[in-house]
């Protein structure tokens, strides 16, 4: 069990990266988007496997944190992976230029942390990884809509 909860923090030991070991995390979330967009599945869909990775991440950075006694481990990433994934829900058009925006703008959210996402990482255990990431990439997805209508 161990280690099923350190794969599935670390995204696969991305998070054991020397180089950028954030935006490998957030790049692997860019790549489930793409594989489950070949597939064209529903939003719905979308959402619960956004539902499931975050579930199953919070789960498992709960117990790892825990094991590790640190608040927010930099070898947790897949925290950037939901992050990605929800920011994608801005456009739900892979082209890529919409990957290369969302991806864009999720890291520039996730980095700077504007207001409230700074406050989110004092939330409790896997509440306090998770969340400062869901909340960028809704700002994320936010651009992404707008950008979306203007064109």
């Known amino acids: 069990m161990k280690k099923w909860r350190q794969l599935t923090a670390t995204c696969f030991y991305l998070g054991y990266s020397p180089w ?3 935006t490998l995390g957030s790049l692997a979330g860019l790549g489930i988007v ?5 597939f064209k599945i529903s939003v719905t869909i979308y959402l619960i496997l956004i539902g499931l990775i975050f579930f199953l991440g919070f789960l498992s950075t709960e117990a790892f944190i825990r094991e590790l006694k640190q608040t927010d ?5 897949v ?11 801005g456009s739900l058009q892979f082209d890529w230029k919409y990957l290369l925006g969302g991806f864009a703008f999720f ?3 996730d980095i700077w942390k504007p207001f409230p996402i700074h406050r989110l990482e004092a939330l409790p255990g896997s509440w306090g990884v998770m969340m400062d990431d869901v909340l960028a990439g809704i700002y994320a997805a936010i651009c ?3 950008i979306k209508m203007l064109r």
């Open 79 to 89: 925290d950037e992976v939901v992050g990605m994934m929800i920011a994608m829900l």
């Open 144 to 146: 992404l809509y707008f």
């Open 20 to 22: 950028a070991p954030g």
């Open 73 to 77: 481990p930099q070898v947790v990433v």
């Open 107 to 109: 890291r520039l959210f």
């Open 34 to 38: 793409i594989f489950f967009s070949f």
